[in-house]
């Protein structure tokens, strides 16, 4: 671990669950300010109670600056994931049940993702977006004649739900619910209200529980009767003659529930938020929506950044400007503060649908850890995007329930209004 001195630079603390619960302008200063004097900073080990206290003793270097980001992302030789993808720390079995290959290193790394990327086929894919485009469709149709509602429990929270059990073939009822529960639960540790008076660690380790016990029964199942959805195709992948195990099965289920539902859930919330704060945005966007709705997904993943960090472990003594990095470090690379960067974006504070280019690293930095579910998220946004501007077009949602996080930038409420749709 650094020697270094921390440094909170006018008490800007990214460590303090206190700084999580500030609002998005509060924290996009601290950044800019962080970006400006010491965008390669120090900070003191995260609050956090995944750890016994006694354990939970490392500090974290945060690279701010997009360029840092790009490089550190690409330097997978220095800048490990092995050891961890959050500024918090998980004991290291919890790393290996829940996080599954984007926590590895190569060469495990490259035979999971290649494993990976062959139940991803162009075909598989081709009927996933069909599936996606399905669920948007129905959904809307469900929520147009209410005329209000809070969005994230009538779009935000299903969406995904019907996605991910479209995906992997979940039985209606009790199976479905208890796995769409465990996903929706599993990265709210730092949130007073999902936790609910557990501990963050309590309410992780049951979500990621139940997920195994879901994939327990379901692996078997599609080995013996194989159909046509992803965990079957993952259950057959191979990649140089090998396939996965059950854990690596299990773990893998895991890392999807994440990315089907935390991050496409909180960024649709927030696509319907950006586009009620800004209206001639919203106004921008009806008057063309085939035309413009490519560039608007992207505007809203530059602008919420639905993760807002992912962490490495330096494996290596490293100089990054004046800051000497040492082995053993956790780096952390603060999407959110890259994706506001004043030498990659003009006026980065200003949501524009038509940006382009839009270099943002909302899906990372690049290099082999970068998230093979990008072109889902962005499927998902648009079909959800198109099918809410063109039937519901002056639907506004400008008052938020923001979620305290550090990891995900979530929105646990979203109230909205709009001209009902007619029959």
């Given at each position: 671990?650094?020697?270094?001195?921390?440094?909170?630079?006018?008490?800007?603390?990214?460590?303090?669950?206190?700084?999580?619960?500030?609002?998005?302008?509060?924290?996009?200063?601290?950044?800019?300010?962080?970006?400006?004097?010491?965008?390669?900073?120090?900070?003191?080990?995260?609050?956090?109670?995944?750890?016994?206290?006694?354990?939970?003793?490392?500090?974290?270097?945060?690279?701010?600056?997009?360029?840092?980001?790009?490089?550190?992302?690409?330097?997978?030789?220095?800048?490990?994931?092995?050891?961890?993808?959050?500024?918090?720390?998980?004991?290291?079995?919890?790393?290996?049940?829940?996080?599954?290959?984007?926590?590895?290193?190569?060469?495990?790394?490259?035979?999971?993702?290649?494993?990976?990327?062959?139940?991803?086929?162009?075909?598989?894919?081709?009927?996933?977006?069909?599936?996606?485009?399905?669920?948007?469709?129905?959904?809307?149709?469900?929520?147009?004649?209410?005329?209000e509602g809070d969005f994230v429990e009538l779009v935000?929270?299903?969406?995904?739900?019907?996605?991910?059990?479209?995906?992997?073939?979940?039985?209606?009822?009790?199976?479905?619910?208890?796995?769409?529960?465990?996903?929706?639960?599993?990265?709210?540790?730092?949130?007073?209200?999902?936790?609910?008076?557990?501990?963050?660690?309590?309410?992780?380790?049951?979500?990621?529980?139940?997920?195994?016990?879901?994939?327990?029964?379901?692996?078997?199942?599609?080995?013996?009767?194989?159909?046509?959805?992803?965990?079957?195709?993952?259950?057959?992948?191979?990649?140089?003659?090998?396939?996965?195990?059950?854990?690596?099965?299990?773990?893998?289920?895991?890392?999807?529930?994440?990315?089907?539902?935390?991050?496409?859930?909180?960024?649709?919330?927030?696509?319907?938020?950006?586009?009620?704060?800004?209206?001639?945005?919203?106004?921008?966007?009806?008057?063309?929506?085939?035309?413009?709705?490519?560039?608007?997904?992207?505007?809203?993943?530059?602008?919420?950044?639905?993760?807002?960090?992912?962490?490495?472990?330096?494996?290596?003594?490293?100089?990054?400007?004046?800051?000497?990095?040492?082995?053993?470090?956790?780096?952390?690379?603060?999407?959110?503060?890259?994706?506001?960067?004043?030498?990659?974006?003009?006026?980065?504070?200003?949501?524009?649908?038509?940006?382009?280019?839009?270099?943002?690293?909302?899906?990372?930095?690049?290099?082999?850890?970068?998230?093979?579910?990008?072109?889902?998220?962005?499927?998902?946004?648009?079909?959800?995007?198109?099918?809410?501007?063109?039937?519901?077009?002056?639907?506004?949602?400008?008052?938020?329930?923001?979620?305290?996080?550090?990891?995900?930038?979530?929105?646990?409420?979203?109230?909205?209004?709009?001209?009902?749709?007619?029959?």
């Amino acid at each position: 671990m650094s020697t270094a001195v921390a440094t909170t630079h006018k008490d800007i603390d990214l460590s303090a669950r206190s700084f999580w619960a500030k609002s998005p302008e509060e924290r996009d200063q601290a950044f800019a300010v962080l970006r400006r004097e010491n965008p390669v900073s120090w900070s003191r080990p995260a609050e956090s109670d995944l750890l016994p206290a006694e354990l939970n003793t490392k500090g974290f270097w945060s690279l701010t600056k997009q360029a840092d980001i790009r490089m550190a992302s690409r330097h997978t030789e220095v800048f490990s994931s092995a050891q961890g993808i959050t500024m918090e720390d998980f004991a290291p079995e919890m790393i290996e049940v829940a996080q599954s290959f984007i926590a590895m290193d190569a060469p495990r790394h490259t035979q999971l993702r290649g494993i990976t990327l062959d139940a991803f086929k162009p075909k598989n894919m081709r009927r996933l977006e069909g599936w996606i485009q399905g669920h948007a469709r129905d959904l809307v149709s469900e929520m147009a004649h209410l005329g209000e509602g809070d969005f994230v429990e009538l779009v935000s929270v299903k969406l995904p739900g019907r996605i991910f059990g479209s995906f992997f073939g979940l039985p209606p009822g009790d199976v479905h619910q208890k796995t769409i529960d465990a996903a929706q639960r599993l990265l709210g540790w730092t949130d007073p209200e999902i936790c609910a008076g557990r501990t963050g660690l309590e309410l992780f380790g049951g979500a990621v529980m139940d997920l195994h016990d879901v994939a327990a029964q379901l692996i078997p199942e599609r080995r013996a009767n194989p159909g046509d959805d992803l965990l079957t195709w993952m259950v057959q992948a191979e990649f140089d003659g090998k396939k996965m195990t059950d854990n690596e099965l299990k773990a893998f289920f895991v890392l999807l529930a994440v990315a089907a539902n935390d991050t496409t859930r909180h960024a649709s919330a927030h696509a319907i938020y950006a586009l009620s704060k800004f209206p001639a945005q919203r106004d921008l966007l009806v008057a063309d929506v085939p035309g413009r709705v490519g560039t608007a997904v992207e505007e809203v993943l530059r602008w919420a950044s639905p993760l807002l960090h992912m962490r490495r472990t330096a494996t290596q003594d490293f100089t990054l400007g004046d800051k000497e990095i040492k082995a053993g470090d956790k780096v952390v690379l603060w999407y959110i503060s890259g994706n506001r960067d004043e030498d990659v974006f003009v006026d980065p504070l200003t949501f524009d649908i038509l940006r382009n280019p839009n270099p943002h690293t909302a899906f990372g930095g690049g290099g082999p850890p970068s998230c093979l579910g990008a072109a889902l998220a962005r499927t998902m946004l648009k079909s959800l995007i198109t099918e809410v501007y063109t039937r519901i077009p002056d639907i506004s949602a400008p008052e938020p329930k923001f979620q305290v996080a550090n990891f995900i930038n979530g929105i646990n409420s979203l109230p909205a209004t709009w001209t009902p749709e007619r029959a």
